[in-house]
T-cell receptor, first 113, second 113 residues
């Protein structure tokens, strides 16, 4: 079946602009996660959605970062007033439930000039 | 929170030899330890995982061992092939909690034909 999909695959933006990154999880998966992978680094947790519960936002690095998950499916990660240090690959993962294996999408490579 | 350390950061082996990657974790509550393989331009792909009630798990050429007392776990790849070349990440999580994964910083494995 279809895996996790993300769009766009690449995004180049100018410093100060807002960007939106989209994640389509695997159908039926109730849990959705966003991670950030900076060059040469491991993956850093950003935010976690589980069903209709309030999201765990403990990993968001600043208030310029926010995320929504509409209808328990698609999620959008928004970065406002982008900075050069926001340049990274943003990865989305989903799992069947909160305590199950996470499956990752291909990521969105964000470059802030 | 959890802190995962991974060694080595790079590893080169001859085709057919074995490769071992080691990780340590800090939170004794962590109970799930997945390993991901990431190829260039792709998202991480789960290759094997182990839960804290098991000491070893094997899947064909790949095996993972877990020492809960010492808080370390290792990935073993036998009979390496050029297609095993990739970046490998270990991770740890307490699945009774938020289930967001804490990742090591990755090991770039190169298998020399």
């Amino acid at each position: 079946g279809a895996g996790v999909s993300q769009s766009p695959s690449n995004k180049v933006t100018e410093k100060g602009k807002d960007v939106e990154l989209r994640c389509d999880p695997i159908s039926g998966h109730t849990a959705l996660y966003w991670y950030r992978q900076s060059l040469g680094q491991g993956l850093e947790f950003l935010i976690y959605f589980q069903g209709n519960s309030a999201p765990d936002k403990s990993g968001l690095p600043s208030d310029r970062f926010s995320a929504e998950r509409t209808g328990g499916s698609v999620s959008t990660l928004t970065i406002q007033r982008t900075q050069q240090e926001d340049s990274a690959v943003y990865l989305c993962a989903s799992s069947l439930a909160g305590a199950d294996t996470q499956y990752f999408g291909p990521g969105t490579r964000l470059t802030v000039l | 929170g959890e802190n995962v350390e991974q060694h080595p950061s790079t590893l080169s082996v001859q085709e057919g030899d074995s490769a071992v990657i080691k990780c340590t974790y800090s939170d004794s509550a962590s109970n799930y330890f997945p390993w991901y393989k990431q190829e260039l331009g792709k998202g991480p792909q789960l290759i094997i995982d182990i839960r804290s009630n098991v000491g070893e798990k094997k899947d064909q050429r790949i095996a993972v061992t877990l020492n809960k007392t010492a808080k370390h776990f290792s990935l073993h790849i036998t009979e390496t092939q050029p297609e095993d070349s990739a970046v490998y990440f270990c991770a740890a999580v307490d699945q009774t909690g938020a289930n967001n994964l804490f990742f090591g910083t990755g090991t770039r494995l190169t298998v020399i034909p």
